[in-house]
């Protein structure tokens, strides 16, 4: 398990491998969790990259900080549905 996010800190990512991931989404006072299976080649590209080549736009982070990040959106923003 590996977990990025956005340096703009808008997105948070838990990537459970080549073809699986999740996406914590923060829009102003709403947020939403995505699971995304890869099935289509620019999607597998996506994920490649942010296992690969994120320096220039996402940065590493630990599996405490997503959870925390999680645990703060449910706190105080609303989940879009």
Request: net charge negative; glycine share 4%; hydrophobic share 35%.
């Amino acid at each position: 398990m590996q977990y990025r996010k956005y340096k703009n800190s808008q997105s948070y990512f838990k990537i459970a491998g080549t073809e699986e991931m999740e996406e914590l989404k923060l829009m102003g006072r709403y947020f939403k969790l995505y699971h995304i299976k890869a099935t289509i080649l620019p999607e597998r590209v996506f994920i490649a990259d942010l296992l690969e080549q994120y320096q220039e736009f996402a940065e590493a982070i630990t599996a405490e900080e997503y959870g925390q990040q999680i645990l703060w959106c449910q706190q105080n923003l609303e989940e879009l549905k």
